[in-house]
Nanobody
Framework: QVQLVESGGGLVQPGGSLRLSCATS????????MAWHRQAPGKERELVAA???????NYADSVKGRFTISRDYAKNTVYLQMDSLKPEDTAVYYC?????????????WGQGTQVTVSS
């Protein structure tokens, strides 16, 4: 499977910004969709943003206009720029990748990175 390693989480004040990164490793895979999900305490994991190999993006309504997902195809790395952060954005953020190898599809998750928005 593809291995994913997130970085960039931390503590930020409301209105602040953070940039998450997710680096992939694993040979022979073609990465299809990459995405960020999040899970807040007591809540289900939800999709935050996704980007396809063709560059199409989609966002949760709650983050539209504030978050931007981007991708470095050469490095197979995905980023999440988070601006105008709110306390309700506090969650563990997980990177996700869907990859293909030898005609088989694989889904991989990172270990998660904590984002806390608080004054």
């Amino acid at each position: 499977q593809v291995q994913l390693v997130e970085s960039g989480g931390g503590l930020v004040q409301p209105g602040g910004s953070l940039r998450l990164s997710c680096a992939t490793s694993g040979s022979g895979f073609r990465i299809d969709t990459m995405a960020w999900h999040r899970q807040a305490p007591g809540k289900e994991r939800e999709l935050v943003a996704a980007i396809t190999d063709g560059g199409n993006t989609n966002y949760a309504d709650s983050v539209k206009g504030r978050f931007t997902i981007s991708r470095d195809y050469a490095k197979n790395t995905v980023y999440l720029q988070m601006d105008s952060l709110k306390p309700e954005d506090t969650a563990v953020y997980y990177c996700y990748a869907r990859a293909e190898k030898w005609g088989l599809m694989y889904s991989s998750w990172g270990q998660g990175t904590q984002v806390t928005v608080s004054s």
